[in-house]
């Protein structure tokens, strides 16, 4: 059984910084190309950046510059390190695992960036 579990988020102030982390447990983590999805409120989910297994990284638009996706292997652990959030940033933050067909998903964690 392969769980994600994130952490690292919370509020923070406009322009602030916070770090996510998503630990994988039950599976080859290496193997997994991992992403960060966000969902804010009233609005679909979207794929906020992305590292496949042994590629380069992927990064949206909006937080490109801002964000760095990066993982280490040996901690089976997948990071988000965010700056100069704004508020626009605000929402739930989910991690995600993939390989071939097979996806998993983490709960979710707050993020949430106001004055």
């Known amino acids: 059984q392969v769980q994600l579990v994130e952490s690292g988020g919370g509020s923070v102030q406009p322009g602030g910084s916070l770090r996510l982390s998503c630990v994988v447990s039950?599976?080859?983590?290496?193997?997994?190309?991992m992403s960060w999805y966000r969902q804010a409120p009233g609005k679909e989910r979207e794929l906020v950046s992305a590292?496949?297994?042994?590629?380069?990284?992927y990064y949206a638009g909006s937080v490109k510059g801002r964000f760095t996706i990066s993982r280490d292997n040996d901690k089976n652990t997948v990071y988000l390190q965010m700056n100069d959030l704004k508020p626009v940033d605000t929402g739930v933050y989910y991690c995600?695992?993939?390989?071939?067909?097979?996806?998993?998903w983490g709960q979710g964690i707050q993020v949430t960036v106001s004055p």
């Open positions: 590292l496949p297994s042994g590629g380069n990284p």
């Open positions: 039950g599976g080859t983590f290496s193997s997994y190309g």
């Open positions: 995600k695992a993939a390989r071939i067909q097979l996806q998993y």
